[in-house]
């Protein structure tokens, strides 16, 4: 498996008990993985796990082979080789288009900085906009620069929590179509965290549902979004 996942177990601080109880999860490479769950059943410290950003009291994480945390190891995130595509895109306003896209490419030369940054505009279909400035694009414009940032510096894993959250619904379901399209021709293992069955369902490949900090149920989209309790929460 290209991604191991085991018994990752955390806390936060002050908290009267664990926000992750007990998470694992084995990934493909290619895969898309949805992390589905209400607020606050800690699918978002997920992410903040496998990015570094928390540091697990229990488990591991394995990427590529290459032990990321366990109980001997932690990596630092800046070497962990994993993309993330935060809620609200977290462009540097004061960027072009072409400035934020090269920005995580610090071991290129000037060249091949080049060459990826017109490789990612190609990808996104947004060529005639790098030079243009956050504020003059649109949400979705914005999301696929955020996508583009990402995916410039080649992670082994790229991460997305709630990434449709600030777009209206009908600008939500043409990015969704994209982002999917894009991932699969990029082939780049993913993992997305959010509360919405429709978002779960358009773009993953297996769906994750945790509840508790407790994984309750792994499975292809319709097998998952078909189980009773799922229903009643959504209906809840």
């Known amino acids: ?11 936060y601080r002050n908290a009267s008990e664990p926000t992750i109880k007990d998470f694992s999860l084995d990934i493909k490479q290619g895969e898309v993985v949805c992390i589905l769950g209400e607020s606050g059943s800690g699918k978002s410290t997920i992410l903040r796990l496998i990015a570094g950003l928390e540091t697990a ?25 994993v993309g993330m595509v935060f ?15 090269k920005y995580g490419l610090r071991k290129m030369n000037r060249r091949q900085k080049q060459q990826r940054l017109e490789e990612m505009l190609a990808l996104i279909n947004l060529a005639d906009y790098q030079d243009r400035y956050p504020f003059e694009l649109s949400g979705g414009q914005q999301q696929r620069v955020a996508l583009a940032r990402a995916l410039a510096p080649a992670p082994s894993l790229l991460i997305f929590d709630e990434p449709f959250s600030n777009l209206d619904a009908n600008l ?4 969704r179509d994209e982002l999917r399209m894009i ?12 509360h919405d069955q429709e978002d779960a369902q358009a773009l993953a490949d297996r769906i994750v549902f945790i509840e508790n900090g407790i994984v309750k149920r ?19």
Not at 1 to 11: A, C, E, G, P
Request: aromatic share 8%; glycine share 6%.
């Open 1 to 11: 498996m290209f991604v191991q996942i085991n018994h990752l177990k955390y806390q």
């Open 57 to 81: 009291s229990a488990g591991s994480i394995k990427i590529n082979d290459t032990v990321i945390i366990d109980e001997h190891h932690f990596t630092p995130p800046e070497k962990r080789g």
């Open 87 to 101: 809620q609200d895109y977290a462009l540097f306003p004061h960027m072009t288009v072409a400035k934020n896209i």
């Open 172 to 175: 939500q379901v043409k990015i």
């Open 183 to 194: 991932l699969k021709k990029t082939g780049i293992t993913s993992i997305f965290v959010t």
């Open 218 to 236: 792994v499975g292809p989209p319709e097998e998952i979004l078909g189980c009773a309790s799922l229903v009643m929460w959504a209906n809840s």
